[in-house]
């Protein structure tokens, strides 16, 4: 079976050392890639290209999971806002719908940068892999408090937006089934494909256009880091859409 092996910067640098992440080039990334020295968790390409998902339970280590956690949890409650629905002129909020609140990630935070260096990476292995043509990264972190939810939704719609291959990973220690939070994937048919428990360290890609999904109420806090690789539907050098 055919495999994507994550050789991530996270191997090659401790978490610490990424803390002081400096911006690194295309040529940066390509040599870390290169190098196959590291026992690390593999994504199963095979699967993501055949059936459009993939579940990748162990993709970072817990204390490099723990670190991310700790600084989600430390962020300024001014730092959240209300999520919402819908881009550009289309965006508004309706927690009928959606009830988490989101902060999208930034280069100017140490630890968020680190993790926006790492899904870039992961970003020229799959396009090395799989050809997808990937051109970028956006991404927010999205807690969730207890009870809340977000409805059955697509991430895009074939032929209307740029968003590709969605991305999911988890920062919960010590998460239970009893917890709740599951992301609830479904089929073509409308019936449940994946019920994926929210654990620290879980991966989750899966392809925009194709799987509803929904997220079940927690009885916990629940933070996790979601996000969109793109294709360039620039227009004039602006990428289109916006947020």
Known sequence: MRKLRICPIFAQLSFI????FKPMTTADFEQIIELDAFNTQAIDCEQLANHGYVIVPNFLATEHCQALFDHAVALD?????QAGIGRADQYTTNTAVRQDKIRWLQRDYKPEASYLAFMDALRLQINRELFMG?????CHLAHYPPGAFYRKHLDAFKGRSNRILTSVFYLNPEWHPNDGGELVMYDANGDVLEMVLPEAGKLVLFLSDVFVHEVLPGQRDRFSITGWYRHNASIGGVIDPTR
Do not use: R, S
Request: without cysteine; proline residues 7%.
């Open 77 to 81: 409650p001014n730092a959240w806002q």
């Open 134 to 138: 990937l051109f970028d990264y956006e």
């Open 17 to 20: 050392q990424l803390y002081l």
